[in-house]
Every structure is written in structure tokens, then in C-alpha cells.
């Protein structure tokens, strides 16, 4: 692997209307071609590729296999179920499709585990190949042929199809334009954190009411409110989210009360449920 880690933009990071920019190329190396025609035809990423900001093309591995039966597989040396990926079908691929300014990615559970930052990096990229294996593996010499292997998460599935559709659809929603200017920019407000809390109709359901702040029209309250919730949320859920994070001088504030209220929260709970132990 020759690519190196990438950190996201910081809070402070200033965020101006980007350059107009040729449409990202994504080429799909996979045994499986038909398993991408839905993921990526519909919704955003449908969209994306029919506006013209991405084309992505889905090639059959196979194509490049050995002999009568194009194969593309066999036992593993010294003995061991399964399959493992040749090299020959994938280097037959690479030397047809790899250009000077390609990115080849191998999804792996053992590659650096994807996240946002990555997706942002990627997206900026003008041609990525995702060699999709299936089987046990690879041939370990595949791997020699690879810029970034990537990890979708601790788990393992049964190929690199299913992680190459995650990451395409996470590359491709980064992209300018691909989605309204207003959901990008909600995005970048409260990068690194997770989503505040959100309501529609009814303003109330089974007893639950729709925070007051949110109807209130007044647009700087609620977006504060917003920024404390996603806050609120992030620290509950993901604690380690905000270590890594550069807060803002508001931020800080927010967090501050967010740690002073859940900490009374914390003391009232424990202490009713001692009352009702007694
Ligand atoms: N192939 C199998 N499992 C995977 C995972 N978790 N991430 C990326 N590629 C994989």
C-alpha cells in the first residue's frame, strides 16, 4: 500500500463553493457484475451518475480469467478451505485499466477501517478502481498491485462487492452538486458529530412533543439548539468522537453544559433509584 492517511477538514476549516471539476471516473472490478445495477442506480447515486459528476463502469473479472473455463481462482498453497483469488486475472484487469492518476482500492477486513475523511479524500480523486475478491482471499501478491486496502468495519462478508457499494455511495453524495446545497452545508455544521435529533408532523405523538425551540421560528436558537443536541448525542454515543475534534469557542460552551446537565441527570437518576430501592 503506498497511500497515505488523510485527516478531515477541522471545524475552523473554511468551506467556499469548490471549482467546477471533471466527472470522478469509478471503474468496479467484480465476478458479480449484477449485483451493483440497483445500489447504484437509484436515489442519489442514480442522480449523481445521470447529471454527469461520476461514471462509474462495472467490469466483469472474469473477462481476464485463465484459459477455456476463464478461471480466476484456486486452492490455497499448503492446504486450507476455500479459494483464493489468482493473480494473473487481477493484474490482466489492472494493466488494461490503471492510469496514471488512478487509485486501485482493494476492500479488506484487515485495510484501514473507511470512514468520512477517507470518503471526502476519495471523492476528490479522479479514478478509483475497486477490485472487488471473492472467495477465501486474495493471492498475496495482489496486494502489491493495490494503493489502499479498506475496511467497511470489523465483520467479514462473503466478498467485496456489498463494501465497494458502500463506499462508492459514500464517495459519490460527497461530490458537488450531488445533493442540495443546504443538506451539504448541515453536514459540514456538524461534521464529526452525529445527526441532532429531527421532527416532522405531528407536533405531538403518543405524549411526545416536538421541541418547543424547533417551532419556534427564531432561526439562531434553533440552530444552536441543533449544534448542543448533536453534541449532546455525540457525547453520549461516541465519547471518542469529540477527542478527536478541534471544538470552536462556541462548541466548547455547548459541550460544557452538555456535560454539566447530564451530569445532574445522572446524579437525579441515581438517586431515584435508590429512593425506590429503600
Ligand atoms: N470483505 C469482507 N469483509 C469486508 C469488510 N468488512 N470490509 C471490506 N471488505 C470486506
Same mark, same amino acid.
Given at each position: 500500500?503506498?497511500?497515505?492517511?488523510?485527516?478531515?477538514?477541522?471545524?475552523?476549516?473554511?468551506?467556499?463553493?469548490?471549482?467546477?471539476?471533471?466527472?470522478?471516473?469509478?471503474?468496479?472490478?467484480?465476478?458479480?457484475?449484477?449485483?451493483?445495477?440497483?445500489?447504484?442506480?437509484?436515489?442519489?447515486?442514480?442522480?449523481?451518475?445521470?447529471?454527469?459528476?461520476? $461514471?462509474?463502469?462495472?467490469?466483469?473479472?472474469?473477462?481476464?480469467?485463465?484459459?477455456?473455463?476463464?478461471?480466476?481462482?484456486?486452492?490455497?498453497?499448503?492446504?486450507?478451505?476455500?479459494?483464493?483469488?489468482?493473480?494473473?486475472?487481477?493484474?490482466?484487469?489492472?494493466?488494461?485499466?490503471?492510469?496514471?492518476?488512478?487509485?486501485?482500492?482493494?476492500?479488506?477486513?484487515?485495510?484501514?477501517?473507511?470512514?468520512?475523511?477517507?470518503?471526502?479524500?476519495?471523492?476528490?480523486?479522479?479514478?478509483?478502481?475497486?477490485?472487488?475478491?471473492?472467495?477465501?482471499?486474495?493471492?498475496?501478491?495482489?496486494?502489491?498491485?493495490?494503493?489502499?486496502?479498506?475496511?467497511?468495519?470489523?465483520?467479514?462478508?462473503?466478498?467485496?462487492?456489498?463494501?465497494?457499494?458502500?463506499?462508492?455511495?459514500?464517495?459519490?453524495?460527497?461530490?458537488?452538486?450531488?445533493?442540495?446545497?443546504?443538506?451539504?452545508?448541515?453536514?459540514?455544521?456538524?461534521?464529526?458529530?452525529?445527526?441532532?435529533?429531527?421532527? $416532522?408532523?405531528?407536533?405531538?405523538?403518543?405524549?411526545?412533543?416536538?421541541?418547543?425551540?424547533?417551532?419556534?421560528?427564531?432561526?439562531?436558537?434553533?440552530?444552536?439548539?441543533?449544534?448542543?443536541?448533536?453534541?449532546?448525542?455525540?457525547?453520549?454515543?461516541?465519547?471518542?468522537?469529540?477527542?478527536?475534534?478541534?471544538?470552536?469557542?462556541?462548541?466548547?460552551?455547548?459541550?460544557?453544559?452538555?456535560?454539566?446537565?447530564?451530569?445532574?441527570?445522572?446524579?437525579?437518576?441515581? $438517586?431515584?433509584?435508590?429512593?425506590?430501592?429503600?
Amino acid at each position: 500500500m503506498s497511500d497515505d492517511g488523510q485527516t478531515g477538514p477541522s471545524a475552523d476549516e473554511p468551506s467556499g463553493p469548490e471549482p467546477p471539476r471533471a466527472p470522478i471516473e469509478i471503474e468496479i472490478l467484480t465476478l458479480f457484475p449484477g449485483m451493483f445495477a440497483g445500489p447504484l442506480a437509484e436515489s442519489i447515486p442514480g442522480r449523481v451518475q445521470s447529471r454527469g459528476l461520476a $461514471t462509474v463502469r462495472v467490469h466483469d473479472l472474469r473477462q481476464w480469467g485463465l484459459g477455456r473455463h476463464k478461471t480466476v481462482d484456486d486452492y490455497t498453497y499448503g492446504g486450507g478451505a476455500g479459494m483464493v483469488l489468482r493473480p494473473e486475472p487481477a493484474a490482466a484487469a489492472l494493466a488494461v485499466l490503471r492510469r496514471p492518476d488512478s487509485t486501485v482500492i482493494l476492500p479488506d477486513p484487515g485495510g484501514e477501517v473507511f470512514g468520512q475523511a477517507r470518503a471526502l479524500d476519495l471523492s476528490k480523486r479522479s479514478h478509483l478502481v475497486i477490485l472487488c475478491p471473492r472467495y477465501e482471499g486474495v493471492d498475496e501478491r495482489i496486494r502489491a498491485m493495490i494503493d489502499l486496502e479498506l475496511s467497511i468495519g470489523d465483520y467479514v462478508l462473503s466478498g467485496g462487492e456489498i463494501p465497494a457499494m458502500v463506499m462508492v455511495d459514500t464517495i459519490l453524495r460527497l461530490l458537488p452538486g450531488a445533493i442540495d446545497a443546504e443538506s451539504t452545508a448541515e453536514e459540514s455544521f456538524t461534521a464529526g458529530l452525529l445527526e441532532y435529533p429531527q421532527y $416532522t408532523r405531528p407536533p405531538e405523538f403518543e405524549g411526545v412533543a416536538v421541541p418547543a425551540t424547533l417551532t419556534s421560528g427564531h432561526h439562531e436558537e434553533v440552530r444552536k439548539w441543533r449544534l448542543k443536541e448533536a453534541l449532546r448525542r455525540t457525547w453520549r454515543r461516541r465519547p471518542e468522537l469529540l477527542e478527536g475534534r478541534q471544538l470552536s469557542r462556541e462548541e466548547s460552551k455547548l459541550l460544557a453544559e452538555v456535560s454539566h446537565e447530564e451530569n445532574v441527570r445522572a446524579t437525579d437518576e441515581t $438517586t431515584r433509584s435508590s429512593e425506590t430501592a429503600d
